[in-house]
T-cell receptor, first 114, second 115 residues
Framework: DQQVKQNSPSLSVQEGRISILNCDYT??????FLWYKKYPAEGPTFLIS?????DKNEDGRFTVFLNKSAKHLSLHIVPSQPGDSAVYFC?????????????FGTGTLLAVQP | DSGVTQTPKHLITATGQRVTLRCSPR?????VYWYQQSLDQGLQFLIQ???????AKGNILERFSAQQFPDLHSELNLSSLELGDSALYFC??????????????FGPGTRLTVL
């Protein structure tokens, strides 16, 4: 049972344009969502997060949008840069405290073309 | 550099064998998490320890076990290895105030290959 889904395995975008990565979830009890970025041969790196009580969080070029009614979140990267090319994982945290496990999607490979 | 270290980086072994993966969390972090990433899969949560005690368990096989020591480093033991256990194993830590709820910092991973 895949509770967090990233239905696009890959995405290709031109440098300077917007990248939009999508994520769907099934459990309405998730209370926190996070995006991680992963380069080959490295561990995932935290990018940005959003609480379930908010609908938008912005950090520089990265913005995460949460649509609770649709159980959908998205990560916008503007403008996209070649260094953004990596696998992006969406993750969700079940309720119950600050040290809970994370449930990850399968990832989307973003390729930013120069 | 996340501050989380994992050893070894690569491990090649045979079916039926036993291996131990080691993780040192970021300084001051009390929670350690283990995740498994198989080919074309997302990260699957295995187990979490908090200050030496098991806190949560995921889809961890009975052949696998973990512990967290008084110095907070953790070990993941995999026994009676099968071909399907070949994967990347990540350790993450959290617990130090960072301003980001539930932010986990990941190590570089251990790539296990079972032949």
């Amino acid at each position: 049972d895949q509770q967090v889904k990233q239905n696009s395995p890959s995405l290709s975008v031109q440098e300077g344009r917007i990248s939009i990565l999508n994520c769907d979830y099934t459990n309405s009890m998730f209370d926190y969502f996070l995006w991680y970025k992963k380069y080959p041969a490295e561990g995932p790196t935290f990018l940005i997060s959003i609480s379930s009580i908010k609908d938008k969080n912005e950090d520089g070029r990265f913005t995460v949008f949460l649509n609770k009614s649709a159980k959908h979140l998205s990560l916008h990267i503007v403008p996209s840069q070649p260094g953004d090319s990596a696998v992006y994982f969406c993750a969700a945290s079940p309720p119950g405290g600050a040290t809970n496990k994370l449930i990850f999607g399968t990832g989307t490979l973003l390729a930013v073309q120069p | 550099d996340s501050g989380v270290t994992q050893t070894p980086k690569h491990l090649i072994t045979a079916t039926g064998q036993r291996v131990t993966l080691r993780c040192s969390p970021r300084s001051g972090d009390l929670s350690v998490y283990w995740y498994q990433q198989s080919l074309d899969q997302g990260l699957q949560f295995l187990i979490q320890y908090y200050n030496g005690e098991e806190r949560a368990k995921g889809n961890i096989l009975e052949r696998f076990s973990a512990q967290q020591f008084p110095d907070l480093h953790s070990e993941l033991n995999l026994s009676s290895l099968e071909l399907g256990d070949s994967a990347l194993y990540f350790c993450a830590s959290s617990g130090r105030t960072s301003g980001s709820y539930n932010e986990q910092f990941f190590g570089p991973g251990t790539r296990l290959t079972v032949l």
